[in-house]
């Protein structure tokens, strides 16, 4: 029986990653990426796998979830994390990379790969099948085929990210926040409110026009949905806009006093265990330093506010994965189509490249004729998993980009007194439950061996 051939649309982290690991499964694959004869307008280098902004692959750390998500990859024979180490440079306990070499060692080790044979070409349209594609395009994916991807995906792909910060629960000030949601629908106390009086809510939108804004690229001249307005831009269209848009108190009456606050931030649930909370609403160019400093120093209750996530609002070509795509990351309508990478709606290198490593493990199951194996839920591939599925979010969330965090992962269970002591539990999980997932010799399709 032949060698199985697939498409691979896409040379950055995503599709470099799925390549090798196709790959290296025994299969033969086309990869198409559109440069150098066409680039998107952040990439600039010609060769594959281009970090298009930092050089970090953010912390090595495996007690920072990004860090287990380094340490799992580097078992599974990661391309992207092998070459990460190989072109190291010193920047403390953050995996940082000279891009250049990164980008032109990933490229010689596909190019060298026998089975795979890169083709420079704009793909215009999502092929048909029956042949297996995987399209790994990225958050800057063109027009022409992000359209075809838009009518594959009805009305859910989505082209900027609008992302509020997300706070630890248990750095939120609980004498402060009430548990309340508006009118008491819901089982009445969904949310956390953190209510201000009306000298502190003025304080509160002149910190925001006064905060330094993160300024746009050149391609992305802010157009935003009036339903998804900056929180900063809604204060620089009258001081009481915010008071009448996500901050607005009514039904909230705060249940010690009885009384309704002037404003309130509304702090929704992340995940199903409320171990993080997210700020409705709150989607904002503010950089980062502002945001810290602006949440704690004006928000009451959130002084000793830990950031899981900050906000953020940028192109980015995402579709609702959950809704879109099944378990195995193909398309529900068309199952002949995977997707990996930033357009998924994971957010960041090393999730990109990991989420690569996934849908090729899911096309090599395909290929095979087995069903697919999902990673382990309590792993950090499980935990992204789990926001590619929808499983890690409460019901009605509104999708959004995100980077691999410990609020993705399932519940620790027992007691673990501290930070560092969960995160120790999360990591000593992780690391036992990944270990039968890793068969990297023998996950192959079908009638293929490893060469
Ligand atoms: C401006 C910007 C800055 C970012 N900065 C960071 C950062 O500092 N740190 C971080 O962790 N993440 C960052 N990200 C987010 C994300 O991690 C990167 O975008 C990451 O590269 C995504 O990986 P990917 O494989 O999904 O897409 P990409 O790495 O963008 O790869 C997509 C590839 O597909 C090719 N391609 C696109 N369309 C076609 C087509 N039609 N036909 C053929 N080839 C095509 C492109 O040329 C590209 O090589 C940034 C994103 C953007 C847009």
Redesign the pocket.
């Known amino acids: 029986m032949g060698r199985e051939r697939v498409t691979v ?8 990653e799925a390549a090798w690991r196709l790959a290296q499964g025994g299969v033969e694959v086309e990869l ?4 150098p004869g ?3 307008p ?2 600039v280098l010609d060769g ?7 050089n ?3 912390s090595d750390n495996p007690h920072n979830a990004v860090g287990l998500l380094h340490e799992e990859l580097r078992r599974l024979g990661s391309l992207v994390l092998s070459a990460a180490d190989a072109t190291r440079v010193p920047a403390g306990d953050a995996l940082a990379v000279d891009r250049e070499r990164f980008s032109a060692l990933v490229t010689g080790r596909l190019r060298g790969h026998p089975l795979v044979r890169v083709r420079q ?4 349209r999502l092929p048909e099948g029956p042949g297996l594609t995987l399209v ?7 027009d ?2 992000a359209a075809d991807v838009a009518a594959l995906a009805g009305g859910r792909l989505h082209f900027y990210d609008a992302i509020a910060p997300i706070v630890a629960a248990d750095s939120i000030d609980m004498s402060i926040a009430y548990a309340r949601s508006r009118y008491g629908k819901g089982s009445g106390d969904d949310y956390l409110n953190l209510p201000f009086d009306e000298g502190q809510y003025r304080a509160f939108v002149g910190a925001l026009l006064a905060g330094e804004k993160v300024a746009a ?1 050149d391609f ?1 001249e802010p157009r935003y949905f009036e339903g998804c307005l900056p929180i900063e831009v809604m204060a620089e269209r009258g001081a009481d806009v915010l008071a009448y848009g996500p901050m607005k108190p009514v039904g909230l009456e705060d249940p010690r006093t009885g009384r309704r606050p002037f404003a309130v931030v509304q702090l929704r649930r992340e995940d199903v265990a409320g171990t993080a909370y997210n700020l409705v609403g709150f989607q904002t160019r503010l950089t980062w330093t502002e945001q810290r400093r602006i949440l704690r120093e004006y928000v009451p209750g959130l002084a000793g506010a830990e950031f899981v996530r900050l906000g953020q609002i ?3 070509t995402f579709l609702e994965a959950p809704r879109v795509l099944a378990p195995d990351l193909s398309a529900r309508e068309r199952p002949h189509l995977f997707f ?4 998924t709606g994971v ?7 990991a ?2 490593h996934l849908a090729a493990r899911a096309m090599l199951d395909r290929l095979a004729g087995r069903p697919f194996l999902p990673p382990p839920a309590a792993t950090a591939l499980g935990a992204l998993h789990r926001h590619l599925t929808g499983e890690a979010h409460p019901p009605g969330y509104d999708y959004q980009p995100t ?1 691999v965090v410990f609020a993705l992962f399932p519940p620790l269970t027992g007691r673990h007194r501290g930070k560092a002591a969960r995160k120790d539990a999360h990591a000593e999980r992780a690391r036992k439950e990944i270990a039968p997932w890793i068969d990297p010799w023998t996950h192959t399709a079908r009638g293929a061996a490893a060469p």
Do not use: D, F, W
């Open positions: 649309v896409g040379g950055g982290l995503a599709g470099s198409v990426e559109m440069k066409r680039r998107s952040a990439h594959l796998a281009e970090l298009v902004c930092s970090s692959l953010r070409e704009e793909l215009l790994a395009t990225g958050p800057l994916t063109g022409a085929l690229h992305e940028h192109r980015n990996a990478g930033q357009i957010e960041g290198y090393v999730e990109s490249a989420c690569g980077n």
